[in-house]
């Protein structure tokens, strides 16, 4: 009982845990993947091929699950977890998500990588109601409950995020000139497209250039240099976190001074801003829903003293300067939220039902003040999120907490 | 104009990225009269060699030079241990042991150092030449040792016996081995050359564009255009289209109405296939004469 | 799988049964397969089915590039282009005009014939090394121009497109997976019997002469220039086919589905299959499907590597691949057996 109760490191959620679960906990309801001893959790993740540094994730999960089972599991019930590899590749995660729900019979499907791959099994999982839960990418289509109502998203989706540097943009520099470099497939573009409905009919006048990149391409040179020529004084970097830290260098190196945007995807103190030289990134500007490990501000932080002690015992070899494995952590703790409060009735529906009643859950290495919020028609748990600015050594948040509100 | 001056030295500062890898593309041709699909691989994997090196504390230019080493005898032991072996197999096989070989450095390097980038020092100075923004020191210092890579290969192959033995053995090994030439070892002898110069490209490739396992995969394919443009039996030519495939990529990127940026590399490459067509073995690359 | 195991066990007992010729023994092990890739699917799981479906996919693809490697000697790292173009032509086909998904089949067979031709033509002036650079460009290029903005409006851009999996026709009491797997292997036995046909026709000796030696074919008076670029042209037919099938069976396209590793790997089953052996590009077909499961199964995170050692492996014990390690044994138990005699 005791270790039960070291997982619930919120009382809010804990209350909340209780509440819910109580009527069920009278009749044990089991589907596939569930049982009195077990919960089966499938995932996919890129291990291998050109996208394999997210792998990092899956291998987080593990560790967490393991953390979460030493501890005495989710209301007595192991956590075995499934994670399979599709080398970034929809035709393969195909394969391996169809190996989960019909070889391996896993209760649910838990943060798939990528939009592509999810694309791919979007269809499918919700043909066989099978839980697609947190799917691990931001795109916005990802949450959408009456077409799709086995397919949630998790983390800020990527078009309200671009809708929050707009309403700064507007408010601060409305006569700007926007320069944008954006990753060339949908991430790049769910930005892209947040930027401009934020900006509205401004966006036609204000954008001066946008420019594509593709991941194959060694270096985004030409693209700064040519952002910088065509005059703007506001650069909007949707890049990942190579090709962010080579604008943010090229940039300084060619004593280009904009109001410089960068995309969450790449704000890791430890593993963009640092290769990219801290003086160079001073005064860059973005946005933040997760504690950055590398970040001294969270030095006496209970939630990330927790996180660190987390990664020595059970995930050593990990990287701590990386922010998947703080994102691994946090999205973890999500779904453990989520099994918690289906109690014993563990079925695919109670699942889905559970995840879209998530009420002010707060994660410990989430920025403070964000909490985890859905519902039956808002399959966006995290929609909140602060600006930031580098000091040169550390992110200051300023401003209040601020939702894209996106389809609002 | 401006733009167009930028983008220019901008092309030249990342075509000698692709010249310095093409200049190892050419060596593995010479001595094997083949592409060597796991080249990048095998430079990232000595890149990290040499920041494993510097992270524990050895000077630059002693980790630079024990890393050249390393990869050559490295070289050299692929070749001999993975190679050898297979000689009579077909070309295709061989093709399959190099996307193998590509396949294990990769993943190997991902699973020891992980995947996220890491920063790599330039021996250079970082301020800027004469202070100017157009070019920055570590781009002209790349550039300088690739043009010294350049003489020391053209020398070797031109003007001493062992590059002429290496050039006999790889161009006709039966009569090579007739005149005495001992075709295995000037074909190992080759690999452990193209490897540490593949090193010499890592080390200075990877302060640009960061160190990662992935770092090489698009800048082989750019090297293998520029020293196929520039015909592969030539290091002159090889440096030359490393350089032109740079200009050529970023130009077309910026000045191509329309489809010009999303397209960039698929321009450059169009234009690659193009020259080919006039030029079957390159600009400066001797024609093959067959014999029936 | 069980075709390998078919040969495998055959092969050991030839001596033992001895009388029959190896072209029969051929025969009787194509009924063999036949019959069991009948029955397969009805006492396997629908997931089975489908990873069964796709290496008959696989295998129709790396038989394209085997029409034009194996037989015609021009090398292409670029089939990956040839297997998204089929692919998009069905999806789009498919999803915006609404044509049943077994009529963009030829649709897809067509519009790769004319690309592979058309891309045939300026690769004649390219040989070995330049053409394997060329159609490499290809490849790396495909996903690029799938992803073109002014195409977005066919292509779907980024996103890709969703299809609708087909049902059993005529009611017919089959899951969609099995029916997809009955579908894909009718039309992969007529592939294949149409490269039997082709093979041994006059073309094919033609393809042949071509590769063997390209200037005694000229000689001859065969037209090396037409032949080289229709060889392009069937290939890519070939392999776009596959791609259709791909699309239907996987239900989706998007550019990050047809990357250059593709194209490895066709090349990946092409060799170890056996280039030049067209049963060979079925056990290809099972290679590139079944062994990265098996390497990630030995290692997560060094799944690469493992693969990567199998594959130097396989060159090790076979280097002409599958059907050449396959002819050797076979060749050595004939000996032996007249040998006894």
Redesign the interface.
């Known amino acids: 009982m005791t270790s039960r109760r070291t997982l619930l490191t919120m009382a809010a959620a804990l209350a909340g845990a209780a509440l819910i679960s109580s009527p069920s906990l009278a009749q044990k309801k089991y589907d596939p993947g569930a049982s009195d001893t077990e919960i089966k959790i499938g995932n996919i993740n890129p291990y291998s091929g050109p996208a394999s540094a997210y792998g990092l994730i899956g291998k987080t999960l593990e560790a967490y699950f393991k953390k979460v089972n030493a501890e005495g599991g989710v209301n007595g019930r192991k956590l075995t977890f499934v994670t399979y590899d599709d080398g970034y590749s929809p035709p393969k995660t195909v394969e391996q998500a169809r190996k989960l729900v019909e070889s391996d019979e896993v209760l649910l499907v838990f943060q798939s990588l990528g939009t592509p791959g999810n694309t791919a099994i979007q269809k499918y999982m919700n043909g066989k109601k099978v839980p697609q839960l947190f799917v691990a990418t931001g795109a916005t289509q990802f949450g959408n409950p009456k077409e799709f109502p086995w397919t949630m998203g998790w983390q800020p989706n990527y078009q309200s995020e671009g809708r929050i540097y707009a309403k700064y943009i507007l408010d601060k520099h409305p006569n700007g000139k926007i320069g944008i470099l954006y990753q060339n497939d949908d991430y790049g573009k769910d930005y892209l497209k947040g930027m401009k409905e934020g900006l509205g009919a401004k966006a036609a006048t204000m954008i001066v250039s946008e420019l594509p990149y593709e991941v194959a391409d060694p270096t985004v040179d030409s693209q700064i240099v040519t952002l910088k020529s065509k005059g703007a004084d506001i650069f909007f970097n949707v890049a990942t976190p190579k090709f962010a830290a080579q604008a943010i260098r090229k940039a300084a190196e060619i004593g280009w001074q904009p109001v410089h945007l960068l995309n969450n995807v790449s704000n890791s103190v430890g593993s963009v801003l640092k290769p990219a030289g801290l003086e160079a990134s001073k005064g860059i500007l973005s946005t933040g829903y997760i504690k950055d490990s590398t970040d001294p501000t969270w030095k006496d932080d209970a939630g990330m003293k927790e996180w660190i002690a987390f990664m020595d015992k059970y995930f050593p070899e990990g990287d701590k300067t990386s922010s998947f494995t703080v994102y691994g952590y946090a999205v973890g703790q999500s779904l453990v939220q989520v099994l918690k409060q289906a109690g014993n009735e563990l079925t695919r529906e109670n699942v889905m039902k559970q995840a879209a009643n998530l009420k002010n859950v707060e994660i410990n290495v989430l920025l403070p003040g964000i909490k985890l919020n859905s519902g039956p028609n808002d399959f966006f748990p995290i929609e909140q999120m602060q600006m930031q600015r580098f000091t040169g050594d550390r992110w200051e948040l300023f401003g209040p907490i601020m939702s894209g509100e996106i389809g609002s | 104009m401006e733009l167009f001056l930028h983008q220019l030295l901008a092309g030249i500062a990342t075509g000698g990225i692709y010249a310095c890898m093409a200049l190892a593309v050419v060596m593995i041709y010479q001595s094997i009269d083949h592409f060597n699909f796991a080249q990048g691989e095998m430079a990232m994997f000595s890149t990290y060699i040499a920041w494993q090196l510097l992270a524990w504390g050895f000077p630059y230019w002693i980790a630079f030079a024990f890393t050249i080493v390393i990869s050559f005898i490295a070289g050299v032991v692929i070749e001999r241990a993975l190679f050898k072996p297979i000689r009579n197999a077909p070309v295709l096989s061989h093709i399959i042991v190099f996307i193998a070989m590509f396949s294990i450095l990769n993943s190997i390097a991902g699973f020891i150092w992980e995947h996220t980038i890491k920063s790599f020092p330039s021996p250079f100075p970082s301020q800027p030449l004469f202070n100017n923004r157009l070019i920055g020191a570590h781009d002209l210092g790349m550039i300088a040792v690739t043009l010294i890579l350049l003489v020391l290969l053209y020398v070797l192959f031109r003007h001493t016996r062992l590059g002429l033995a290496m050039r006999a053995a790889a161009a006709n090994p039966d009569s090579a081995r007739l005149v005495g030439i001992r075709v295995g070892w000037m074909v190992a002898l080759g690999w452990g050359l193209a490897a540490a110069i593949g090193a010499v490209a890592g080390m200075m490739i990877a302060p640009v564009v960061f160190l990662e396992p992935n770092m090489m995969l698009g800048i082989l394919l750019y090297g293998l255009a520029g020293a196929v443009v520039g015909g592969l039996t030539s290091p002159v030519g090889a440096v030359l289209g490393g350089f032109a495939v740079g200009i050529v990529e970023n130009l077309a990127g910026t000045f191509v109405p329309v489809i010009g940026k999303e397209l960039k590399l698929t321009i450059a490459l169009v234009l690659i296939v193009a020259v080919l067509m006039v030029k079957p073995s390159g600009l400066f690359g001797r024609t093959a004469v067959s014999r029936v | 799988m069980a075709v390998r195991e078919d040969i495998a066990e055959t092969a050991v007992a030839a001596p033992r049964l001895g009388g029959l010729t190896v072209p029969a023994w051929q025969r009787l092990i194509l009924v063999a397969a036949l019959i069991v890739g009948l029955a397969l699917p009805l006492f396997l799981?629908?997931?089975?089915v489908?990873?069964l479906t796709?290496v008959m996919v696989y295998a129709i693809a790396i038989l394209g590039l085997n029409l034009l490697?194996g037989i015609n000697g021009q090398f292409s790292l670029g089939h990956s282009a040839f297997y998204a173009i089929g692919a998009y032509t069905t999806a789009i086909l498919m999803d915006r005009f609404g044509v049943p998904y077994f009529l963009t089949l030829p649709a897809a067979g067509v519009v790769c014939l004319v690309a592979g031709f058309l891309f045939g033509l300026?690769a004649l002036?390219?040989?070995g090394?330049?053409l394997?650079?060329?159609t490499?460009?290809l490849a790396?290029?495909t996903p690029?121009?799938l992803?073109?903005?002014?195409l977005e409006h066919w292509t779907g851009?980024?996103?890709?497109i969703?299809i609708i999996k087909p049902d059993a026709p005529f009611g017919l009491p089959l899951s969609q997976d099995r029916w997809l797997y009955y579908f894909t292997l009718a039309v992969l036995l007529l592939m294949f019997v149409a490269a039997v046909r082709l093979v041994s026709s006059r073309t094919g000796r033609a393809l042949k002469a071509i590769r063997d030696n390209p200037?005694a074919a000229k000689a001859m008076g065969i037209d090396t220039a037409f032949y080289k670029s229709m060889a392009f042209g069937v290939s890519a037919l070939y392999t776009g086919v596959a791609g259709s099938l791909?699309a239907i069976v996987?239900?989706?396209v998007?550019?990050?589905?047809f990357?250059f590793?593709?194209a490895?790997s066709f090349?990946?089953g092409?060799?170890?299959g056996g280039?030049g052996s067209i049963p060979g590009a079925l056990i290809g077909g099972i290679f590139i499907m079944y062994i990265?499961n098996l390497a990630?199964q030995v290692s997560?995170?060094?799944?690469?590597?493992v693969?990567?050692?199998i594959?130097?492996l396989v060159?090790?014990v076979m280097?002409?691949?599958a059907a050449g390690f396959v002819r050797l044994v076979t060749g050595r138990l004939a000996r032996l057996m007249s040998s006894n005699r």
């Open positions: 799981k629908n997931f089975h489908f990873q796709l490697t300026p002036r390219l040989e090394l330049y394997a650079l060329a490499f460009a790396v290029a690029q121009l992803k073109l903005s002014i851009g980024v996103q890709g969703v200037l791909g996987v239900q989706f998007a550019p990050d589905s990357t590793f593709l490895v090349l990946v092409l060799v170890v280039v990265p990630e997560k995170g060094l799944a690469w590597a693969y990567g050692a594959l130097i060159i090790y280097p002409t691949g």
